[in-house]
Nanobody, 116 residues
């Protein structure tokens, strides 16, 4: 059974930085995609950033130039470096992973709050 465990959320002032980390435990098979989604109160969950095992990345337009995703394929970990944070980045951030088989996994979520 695969578990995705996130860490690194918290409260930060506008303009600050946070780094989210996610580690997959359980089955050690590799993932095709790993990434991060977020859900703000009253809104649908949406993609923040994702990366293929080959290093191809996708970012939602609102975070381009501010957030950077990275992953370690051997360790099945994925990180999200978030800089120049804005109040509108406040959300519950979920780690996400997709096997080559199509099996999909989600973490429990970590809260990021950007407020002065």
């Amino acid at each position: 059974q695969v578990q995705l465990v996130e860490s690194g959320g918290g409260l930060v002032q506008p303009g600050g930085s946070l780094r989210l980390s996610c580690a997959a435990s359980g089955n050690s098979l590799s993932f095709n995609h790993m990434g991060w989604y977020r859900q703000a109160p009253g809104k649908q969950r949406g993609l923040v950033a994702r990366m293929t095992s080959g290093g191809i990345t996708n970012y939602v337009d609102s975070v381009k130039g501010r957030f950077t995703i990275s992953r370690d394929n051997a360790k099945n970990t994925v990180d999200l470096q978030m800089n120049s944070l804005k109040p509108e980045d406040t959300a519950l951030y979920y780690c996400w992973a997709l096997r080559f088989s199509g099996a999909e996994y989600w973490g429990q979520g970590t809260q990021v709050t950007v407020s002065s």
